[in-house]
């Protein structure tokens, strides 16, 4: 397709001021709406579908991209997940918000499932057994010895070699909590042969934030997306005129999209973004309701001192 042409069709779905639209949402929806451009960049189109999971995830991303075709750049925003319900009972007891949604997946509580599914798979590698009557006996471990070994050491119960501990947090301070943790991790990282994944190699602030918006980071995924699904090319010049296409006082030229812009696009379509995404939050949860377009308004020097 010739350059001009590749303009005339890109001009048919994409208009730049639909994207003002991630100025409403809040900065958890914009890190969330980055995330989505990161699974939509990564999934294998072309790809085999092997069972139901497989086709459900197919069409989530054709729905993203459909979204994007139809002008619709808000891919997951606003959240339609219920606002969380907090309570002293058991039911609705939940844990306080936390950005770091990947903390509710490998940091959690052990479920009575668990431990019955546990017990199971002790029993068919006869590291427990049944002592007495079948009804009235008790589950022991087959020896002294076994009885003291950590259920981190029996691999096969998870692949993913998860710690198990107790932590009693009804005679430890939070203080204190932290502090051990801080201690032991090292120790078990060492004993357990498993290195701490790479930290990230970039500074994430609020002006991260700012330069997603200011420079038009989303848009341009959603160009570059379109670009590669239809193994077409758009050029960084091609790329200024569509994402600044009126504007007399904020204009970026193709030199400086290739050499700024697309490097940021870059980060974001990385797992190492993200988390840096959510580590931010995490320490800035004052920040995880607040509007985009109040953010672009704060200093980084504002925002410290609240």
């Known amino acids: 397709m010739k350059a001009s042409e590749v303009m005339k069709v890109v001009k048919t779905w994409f208009k730049v001021s639909n994207y003002d639209a ?23 189109f072309d790809g085999e579908l092997n069972d139901d999971d497989d086709r ?12 994007i075709l139809a002008g619709k750049p808000l ?3 606003p959240s339609n997940a219920p606002a969380p319900t907090y309570g002293k009972d058991y039911p609705l007891r939940q844990a306080v918000e936390n950005p770091l949604q990947n903390a509710k997946i490998y940091i959690r509580h052990i479920t009575v499932a668990d431990a019955a599914k546990y017990e ?23 020896s002294e010895e076994i009885g003291r070994w950590r259920l981190t050491d029996i691999e ?10 107790e932590l009693n947090i009804r005679r430890l301070t939070d203080e204190e909590v932290i502090e051990h943790m801080k201690r032991m991790l090292p120790e078990w990282r060492r004993t357990h042969g498993i290195p701490e994944p790479l930290t990230g190699t970039f500074r994430f602030g609020l002006s991260t934030i700012k330069r997603l918006i200011n420079f038009r980071i ?13 193994n077409e090319k758009i050029s960084y010049e091609q790329l200024s005129r569509l994402l600044y296409p009126n504007d007399s006082e904020d204009i970026r030229g193709g030199s400086q999209i ?32 607040t509007k985009v ?7 980084e020097k504002e925002q410290q001192e609240e």
Do not use: C
């Not at 989303?218 to 239809?230: H, S």
């Open 120 to 142: 199971r798979q002790l029993r068919e590698i006869k590291i427990l057994r049944r002592m007495g009557l079948k009804e009235e006996g008790v589950t022991m471990p087959a």
């Open 258 to 289: 290739k050499d700024t812009d697309k490097l940021l696009a870059d980060k974001v379509l990385t797992r190492e973004f993200d988390r840096m995404f959510n580590i931010y939050l995490s320490k800035n949860d004052s920040m995880i309701h």
């Open 22 to 44: 991630l100025q409403e949402i809040t900065i958890e929806d914009l890190k969330r709406e980055a995330f989505a451009r990161l699974r939509l960049a990564k999934h294998d």
């Open 156 to 165: 096969m119960l998870h692949p993913h070699k998860p710690l198990y501990l």
């Open 56 to 67: 459900v995830i197919r069409q989530r991303y054709l729905d993203y991209e459909a979204k």
């Open 218 to 230: 989303i848009p341009l995924l959603d160009l570059l997306f379109w670009a590669k699904r239809n």
């Open 75 to 77: 891919l997951v925003s």
């Open 293 to 299: 377009a109040d953010a672009l308004k704060m200093n």
